[in-house]
Structures are given as structure tokens and as C-alpha cells.
């Protein structure tokens, strides 16, 4: 009886985990883990994930929306002259056999004019366009903000702003 109810804990841990993965299949592209911080209305979010190409022919992002956003833009960071920028990119390009991290620092998806800011739990849908496969819907995971970073905050009000 105690083996049997061992086996069933481990088997329910094994689809929580699997649920907790958040991992998605749009042709041979995988998508992993997307989230996003938790942010107050009316303020950008920043959207992650991992994109695995298993497929022979390279793949990009070309753009992004969400039915709670104005809209969605691809942005990375760079450093120029000593300084972390922010800036749009046109795509992101995912290698054919190779992968694309959207994280903290780098890539991301910039969610911009939220109407309401999910809180930590709750998921962000954001639909992603790829030119090759084609488009998928995405949940991503709210959670909530690090620690402040050391990096002064980020103006975004010059990227497109809609004029009252």
C-alpha cells in the first residue's frame, strides 16, 4: 500500500512539473518557460523564454501583440560607451539546430500600454509571429520583481508613445 501510494505521489509531481514547464511546440521550434515581471498598469513589462530551433532552416521572431497591451516590440540591451541601452530590433533570429534566450539584460519582448497589470501568479497572453512557423498563443508567468537592479530605471516614453 505504501509502494502504491509513493508511485502516485510521484506520478502527480511528475504533471505538476511538467504543467510548471509552460513549454510550447509550433512546428520544430520549441518555446520554454515564457514570463514576465509583474508591473503596475500603464507600464512596460518585459516577456522571456527560451526558443529552441530542432529544425534545418533558421527561423525569426518578426513581432508580437497582446489583447491586455497597446503592443509589443522587440527590444535587447546593449552596452555603448560604458552605458546599458535599450532598443528596438527588427527580429530576433533563432539558428536553424541552435537557440534564442529572451532574459534579463539582453533579447526581450518590451509589453508596452498595459490596460491592467496582471499580479504574480496570474499569466500574460502574448501571441508571437514567427516568419517560418507561423504564429503561436503564449501564457506567460507573472512573478514577481528582483530585488531593484543597480542599473537606473528605463525611460520607454520615447518608443512610440500614443499622443493624448
Known amino acids: 500500500m505504501i ?3 509513493l508511485m502516485a505521489i510521484a506520478a502527480m509531481l511528475l504533471v505538476i ?12 521550434l520549441s518555446i520554454d518557460h ?19 530551433n530542432h529544425g ?5 521572431v518578426v513581432s508580437a501583440s497582446s489583447p491586455l497591451a497597446d503592443r509589443v516590440e522587440l527590444h535587447t540591451h546593449t552596452m555603448i560607451d ?7 530590433v527588427g527580429t530576433i533570429e533563432v539558428p536553424a539546430k541552435g537557440e534564442v534566450e529572451l532574459a ?8 508596452m500600454g498595459l490596460k491592467e497589470a496582471p499580479k ?3 499569466v500574460l497572453p502574448v501571441s508571437v509571429v514567427f516568419e517560418q512557423a507561423g504564429s503561436i498563443d503564449l501564457e506567460f508567468n507573472v512573478v514577481e520583481p528582483r530585488e531593484p537592479s543597480p542599473a537606473p530605471a528605463m525611460d520607454h516614453s520615447t518608443h512610440g508613445a500614443a499622443k493624448p
Do not use: C, F, S
Not at 18 to 28: E, P, S
Not at 34 to 52: D, E, F, H, L
Not at 56 to 60: A, G, M, S, V, Y
Not at 82 to 88: E, F, L, N, T
Open 3 to 5: 509502494r502504491l501510494t
Open 17 to 28: 512539473d511538467q504543467a510548471d514547464a509552460h513549454d510550447y511546440k509550433l512546428g520544430t
Open 120 to 122: 504574480p501568479g496570474e
Open 104 to 111: 534579463p539584460g539582453g533579447l526581450h519582448l518590451m509589453i
Open 34 to 52: 515564457p514570463w514576465a515581471r509583474v508591473t503596475i498598469a500603464n507600464r512596460p513589462a518585459a516577456g522571456y523564454m527560451k526558443i529552441i
Open 56 to 60: 534545418d532552416e533558421p527561423d525569426r
Open 82 to 88: 560604458g552605458v546599458m541601452k535599450m532598443r528596438p
